[in-house]
């Protein structure tokens, strides 16, 4: 499990930069720690850099 995890952030990262990696780190923080807050903004990074990516 590890491995995959790390192969996706390495992904993230080299597809969207440093935004990509704050914004996954954010996301997986906030499911690990049950926190509303980083859950909902690393996931708003996220679909932000998405769609920048396809527009």
């Known amino acids: 499990m ?3 995890a790390f192969a996706l952030e390495e992904f993230v990262q080299w ?5 990509g990696a704050i914004g996954l780190g954010m996301l997986s923080f906030g499911l690990r720690a049950r ?3 980083f ?3 690393g996931s708003v990074v996220l679909a ?3 769609h920048s990516a396809s527009v």
């Open 2 to 4: 590890p491995l995959i």
């Open 15 to 19: 597809r969207f930069g440093l935004m």
């Open 35 to 37: 926190n509303a807050a």
């Open 39 to 41: 859950t909902g903004v």
């Open 48 to 50: 932000l850099l998405l």
